[in-house]
């Protein structure tokens, strides 16, 4: 049966393409590309000449209907965005839905992403996280989603533009204050990689200490909160466990 394949793709460094997600962008009738012309650079590179078509966020409804056709009709499609993994802060979701309602198989590759590259090497927790991809572009919105962090606990993952990540670690630290640890993954994968971590004033000073260090891709992660110890001190405990002794 036809099958729609989400195939990630590299964020930076272009030997990070998987052997299967080769195979699987050659072997496919159809391309389903955030930007096609983007992605032509790719496929070029990987020497892959299917066709192409574009399946962005102002379109995604319409094609939708059209990708489900083919898939319905015998013909495997392959989703691919500009950068890692699609439907990852990236369009793909109302396609993939549609594809379950109707039955049609879905098949998802691993392959690069943002996140999940930044998180593991950032030494935050990695136990349990939150990803909150971009934060939303209006102020009162972006402290409601920031006043959550307030009381969480596991880390909290997000994706920001460069022309706002100044703003958005200064959001940081009037929401949370100057105590948290932040840590700043830029360029990943790419020739000028880079982890800052920091407290929000110490990354804020890194920021602003050069121009070029606010040019580029970025993952911000921020620390959960101390957890709230609702132990008893050491001594109660010592004390409870021998009144339990003493009790019939
Ligand atoms: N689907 C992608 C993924 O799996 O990571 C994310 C797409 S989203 C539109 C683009 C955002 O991802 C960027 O603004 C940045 O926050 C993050 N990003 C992508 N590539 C990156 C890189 N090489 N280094 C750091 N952040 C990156």
Redesign the pocket.
């Known amino acids: 049966a036809a099958t729609l394949f989400i195939v990630?793709t590299p964020?930076?460094n272009l030997q990070d393409i998987t052997q299967r997600a080769i195979d699987v962008l050659s072997s496919v009738a159809w391309i389903a590309a955030e930007d096609t012309r983007h992605s032509q650079k790719l496929l070029q590179h990987l020497a892959i000449q299917a066709r192409t078509l574009s399946l962005h966020d102002h379109n995604e409804e319409k094609r939708t209907q059209m990708l489900c056709n083919k898939l319905q009709a015998g013909e495997s499609v392959a989703l691919i965005?500009?950068?890692?993994?699609?439907?990852?802060?990236?369009p793909g979701f109302v396609l993939v839905r549609s594809c379950r309602e109707q039955g049609i198989n879905v098949v998802a590759l691993p392959g690069?992403?943002?996140?999940i590259?930044?998180l593991s090497a950032s030494g935050l927790a990695t136990d349990r996280f939150i990803f909150e991809g971009?934060l939303p572009a209006k102020t009162q919105a972006r402290m409601n989603v920031l006043e959550t962090l307030l009381e969480r606990t596991c880390t909290s993952v997000?994706?920001?533009?460069p022309r706002r990540i100044l703003d958005t670690v200064n959001d940081v630290k009037t929401v949370l204050g100057d105590g948290r640890q932040l840590v700043l993954?830029?360029?990943?994968?790419?020739t000028f990689?880079t982890y800052i971590s920091d407290t929000p004033d110490g990354v804020i000073a890194w920021l602003q200490a050069d121009p070029v260090h606010q040019k580029?891709?970025?993952?911000l992660m921020v620390a959960g909160a101390p957890p709230r110890s609702d132990e008893m001190p050491a001594e109660a405990m010592a004390l409870l466990k021998r009144l339990k002794q003493d009790l019939p």
């Not at 500009?82 to 802060?89: E, F, K, R, V, W």
């Not at 580029?216 to 993952?219: D, L, N, Q, S």
């Open positions: 990630p964020i930076g965005s500009d950068a890692g993994t699609p439907l990852i802060s990236d690069p992403c943002a996140a590259t930044a971009f997000f994706y920001e533009a993954a830029k360029e990943l994968t790419k990689e580029g891709e970025f993952v």
